[in-house]
């Protein structure tokens, strides 16, 4: 009697795990994101469901820019990043970043975006993130392997929240272009036709494959964006460097299609189509094209996207960032983007610095987070200034106006007399917000104009 008495109660016991089981189950079954493909100018899903992306960056998890991030300097992250090598050692400089890795972006950040209504992330990395030096050293893990840990969680925590995630290689070694966001202003050699520029391009062809390989098949990512704004200046050397540029996209186009051929791969226009190749002229299948849109007057904004929809390159734009500067307003520009089905992530999530929190470049933002000295700072204090007071939800961030706006808009709405008013009559939002909205934009015109001046005056302004 009391062997069937047990036998009863663990079968009844194994029921109710399984039941109990159940919800977590259906949870990981419901944000299962098929994986993502090109048919003409849209997007689809494994299903044949069109997807039109949208949400926003993550700017400043895996390359910092001094103008919101945690430490001053306006040539870029990489003399910081030697100089603390130079006082602390390649490991112990690795581990400091990791640890401001892991704070500026936790768990919390993909449950914001997700709640906002958003379906995409965009991943800002640098190829330090990964790499030791600009030779192509990878950080291994004890058995050998790559150490890719901290872009696998990226995965789970987008695959748990039910958002895609774009891979932006946003520092490349040898500097893509000339701007500090790159790791370096006014240093690019990606492009050089020297040894050493040859060496560059193979460690970024290297790099690529190796990722490539690690994630092919996984459905979370949607695409590679292969390089973040190359050659994003207007200055006259900049022609000179097309054709290698142009070469060397194929090159990386062929390098991931032999060890993933299935993902979507990003080709970066950024200021208009004709800044890259067409796809038919190196046979490019399943790609992207990604636009920035800096502009100043809706009218500009306008012209850009008649530019792309006449381009006639029978393949989807995506405008991986924007933000409306002058004149433009976001109700034009959000509208015109959802009105073409144009994907689009802003720029950025999370801001620290100056009126951050009440600046619409920020869905987060906070004005009260003390900036690191890289070259007194001891390693405690450092490890202490990169450590939980930059969370999101650690007391000193706040949601900016423009996080709800943008809500208004990640269902696909458009607003009609935005775009009709060319954005000089904004309906979108509640009353609050547009009015948050107008003090905001000023707000950040300020700030922006100040840190103009700050670059000017150490050279770093192109």
Same mark, same amino acid.
């Given at each position: 009697?009391k062997?069937t ?11 109710i ?13 419901s944000?299962?994101?098929?994986l ?9 899903d ?6 039109v992306?949208r949400?926003t ?5 895996g390359?910092?820019?001094d103008w ?16 603390l090598?130079e ?6 400089t ?8 892991s ?21 800002p ?6 790499? +030791?030096?600009d ?5 291994r ?7 890719f ?8 925590m987008?695959r748990?929240y039910?958002l895609?995630l774009?891979?932006d ?5 040898g500097y ?5 966001h790159?790791g ?15 060496a560059?391009?193979?460690v970024t062809?290297d790099?690529w494959?190796?990722?490539a ?11 590679y964006?292969?390089m973040?704004e190359p ?10 460097f097309?054709?290698t540029?142009w070469?060397f ?20 226009a950024?200021?208009?189509?004709s ?8 046979g ?7 636009e920035?849109i800096?502009d ?6 306008l012209?850009k996207a ?12 995506y ?16 509208s ?9 992530t802003?720029?950025?999530y ?7 929190d009440k600046?619409p470049?920020?869905?987060?933002g ?7 000295d890289?070259e007194?700072?001891?390693?405690e ?5 990169f450590? +939980?007071?930059?969370?999101?939800d650690g ?5 900016t106006?423009?996080a ?9 709405y +458009?607003?009609k ?18 009015s948050g ?15 103009w001046?700050r670059?000017?005056?150490t050279?770093?302004?192109?």
């Amino acid at each position: 009697m009391k062997k069937t008495i047990k036998r009863t109660a663990a079968f009844l016991l194994a029921v109710i795990m399984a039941f109990t089981c159940l919800p977590a189950f259906v949870f990981a079954q419901s944000t299962t994101l098929p994986l993502l493909h090109t048919e003409g100018e849209k997007i689809f899903d494994a299903q044949g469901n069109e997807v039109v992306l949208r949400g926003t960056n993550f700017g400043g998890w895996g390359i910092m820019e001094d103008w919101f991030c945690p430490y001053t300097n306006p040539a870029g992250e990489e003399g910081v990043y030697k100089t603390l090598v130079e006082r602390f050692g390649q490991e112990k400089t690795h581990e400091l970043f990791k640890t401001y890795r892991s704070n500026w972006i936790t768990e919390t950040d993909y449950k914001n975006v997700a709640d906002l209504g958003m379906n995409v992330v965009r991943l800002p990395i640098w190829y330090r993130n990964l790499q +030791s030096d600009d030779s192509g050293t990878w950080y291994r893990t004890a058995d050998g392997e790559i150490d890719f840990s901290e872009l696998d969680g990226v995965v789970d925590m987008c695959r748990k929240y039910g958002l895609y995630l774009i891979i932006d290689l946003h520092g490349l070694p040898g500097y893509q272009n000339d701007y500090d966001h790159c790791g370096q202003s006014k240093s690019m050699s990606l492009f050089d036709d020297t040894e050493k520029g040859r060496a560059y391009r193979k460690v970024t062809l290297d790099f690529w494959v190796e990722l490539a390989k690690h994630y092919a098949g996984e459905s979370v990512i949607a695409m590679y964006d292969l390089m973040n704004e190359p050659l994003g200046t207007n200055i006259t050397r900049d022609g000179s460097f097309q054709q290698t540029f142009w070469d060397f996209s194929n090159d990386l186009y062929k390098a991931v299609r032999a060890v993933d051929p299935d993902h979507i791969i990003c080709m970066e226009a950024i200021w208009d189509p004709s800044a890259i190749a067409s796809p038919d002229v190196y046979g490019w299948k399943n790609i992207v094209y990604q636009e920035h849109i800096y502009d100043i007057t809706n009218f500009t904004v306008l012209r850009k996207a008649n530019e792309i929809k006449n381009a006639n390159y029978n393949a989807p734009f995506y405008i991986g960032e924007f933000y409306p500067r002058g004149l433009t307003t976001f109700g034009y520009m959000l509208s015109l983007f959802n009105s073409r089905n144009l994907s689009w992530t802003t720029w950025t999530y999370k801001g620290a610095g100056p009126d951050a929190d009440k600046s619409p470049w920020f869905l987060y933002g906070s004005s009260d987070i003390e900036k690191i000295d890289y070259e007194k700072d001891s390693y405690e204090t450092l490890m202490q200034k990169f450590g +939980s007071v930059l969370r999101t939800d650690g007391g000193k961030f706040t949601r900016t106006t423009f996080a709800g706006y943008a809500a208004n808009f990640t269902d696909g709405y +458009s607003d009609k007399t935005s775009l009709m008013t060319f954005g000089l009559i904004d309906m979108a939002g509640t009353p609050e917000q547009r009015s948050g909205m107008q003090k905001e934009k000023l707000t950040a015109i300020k700030t922006t104009i100040l840190d103009w001046i700050r670059k000017l005056r150490t050279g770093d302004l192109l």
